[in-house]
Nanobody
């Protein structure tokens, strides 16, 4: 199982970016999917997560600006980021809880990270 994130880059304050993360490989099902970020010198923090059939969670700092969504047919999770601020600068990681083939429990998988830089 692999998670491939894309969509990061350099954007001016107030701009927008859309991150994507596709899950590939053989597995039984994907339960939760989400995005985390880690700024230099800081701990990795939750940005947003979208559990299967459950309530979406957002960090307070991104509520009203970011939107997480998932396309189950494509095994992909998206993060639409609007009104970006310099404080949003970080490496963004996608995360998925996946039940492998032949297993009954879910495991946490991480993507490789994509850099988002908000600067004028």
């Amino acid at each position: 199982v692999q998670l491939q994130a894309s969509g990061g880059g350099l954007v001016q304050p107030g701009g927008s970016l859309r991150l994507s993360c596709a899950v590939s490989g053989t597995f039984f099902s994907i339960t939760g999917m989400g995005w985390y970020r880690q700024a230099p010198g800081k701990q990795r923090e939750l940005v947003a997560r979208i559990p299967e059939g459950a309530i979406i969670n957002y960090a307070d700092s991104v509520k009203g600006r970011f939107t997480i969504s998932r396309d189950n047919a494509k095994n992909t999770v998206y993060l639409q980021m609007n009104s970006l601020k310099p404080d949003d600068t970080a490496v963004y990681y996608c995360n998925a809880f996946i039940i492998p083939q032949g297993k009954r429990v879910e495991y946490s998988y991480w993507g490789q990270g994509t850099q988002v830089t908000v600067s004028s």
